[in-house]
């Protein structure tokens, strides 16, 4: 398995508190995302990044935010959770080799729930 | 805008039996296109991809670009091929990770 790793895989959070998912990789990819899974609408992509300090937005970025200040660490933010976040998170990584992308390689997901 | 549909949410074959995902797509050009599993606990992880053209797990797809479809298959389906599949799409130039994915079908393979 590629080196990324998720953290919490679990967590609970209030409504309009903050929550923060981390997603840490060991492969030196350059690119990192966050998907979120959701029954009937498959992976959505959040944001993602095409290196340190460059973000951009996906399908689905409203109450989302995201900061890469190392190659290694991908950080999501909920700034004041709602419960249509609660929702399967998962991070990816991948690469570019010449002419063709590389496949994505997937963390083991963060199931968070918003009460 | 590109797209996949993925027409069945749920597929359920006998042990033994040919089984066909389907995937379709609409994308303005030459897409990369991927197909994806998630096994009960597990994280996704690449099935295969057109470009190499390989069989994976007795899996082969091939890339149907007059009918913009790009359709699993297998001629004999195991208990251990139940999952979640997913179809993803991305765009030459950009970065397979930003795919498109399809909402996925859920593949039972009974005894």
């Known amino acids: 398995d590629a080196g990324i790793t998720q953290s919490p895989r679990h967590k609970v959070t209030e409504t309009g508190t903050p929550v923060t998912l981390r997603c840490h990789q060991t492969?030196?990819?350059?690119?990192m995302y966050w998907y979120r899974q959701d029954p009937g609408h498959g992976l959505r992509l959040i944001h993602y990044?095409?290196?340190?300090?460059?973000?951009d937005k996906g399908e689905v970025s409203d109450g989302y935010s995201v900061s890469r200040s190392k190659t290694e660490d991908f950080l999501l933010t909920l700034e004041s959770a709602t419960s249509s976040q609660t929702s399967v998170y998962f991070c990816?990584?991948?690469?570019?080799?010449?002419?063709?992308?590389?496949?994505?390689?997937f963390g083991q997901g963060t199931r968070l729930t918003v009460v | 805008a590109q797209r996949v549909t993925q027409p069945e949410k749920l597929l359920s074959v006998f042990k033994g039996a040919p089984v066909e995902l389907k995937c379709n797509y609409s994308?303005?050009?030459?897409?990369?296109l991927f197909w994806y599993v998630q096994y009960s606990r597990q994280r996704l992880q690449l099935l295969l991809r057109?470009?190499s053209r390989e069989s994976i797990k007795g899996f082969t797809a091939d890339l149907n670009k007059g009918e913009t479809s790009f359709h699993l298959k297998k001629p004999f389906a195991q208990e251990e091929d139940s999952a979640m599949y997913y179809c993803a799409l991305s765009g030459p130039g950009t970065n397979a990770g930003k795919s498109t994915f399809g909402d996925g079908t859920t593949l039972t393979v009974k005894p």
């Open positions: 492969e030196n990819h350059r690119y």
């Open positions: 990816a990584i991948s690469e570019t080799t010449g002419r063709y992308n590389t496949e994505a390689f």
């Open positions: 994308y303005s050009g030459s897409p990369e």
């Open positions: 057109h470009i």
């Open positions: 990044s095409y290196g340190v300090k460059d973000t």
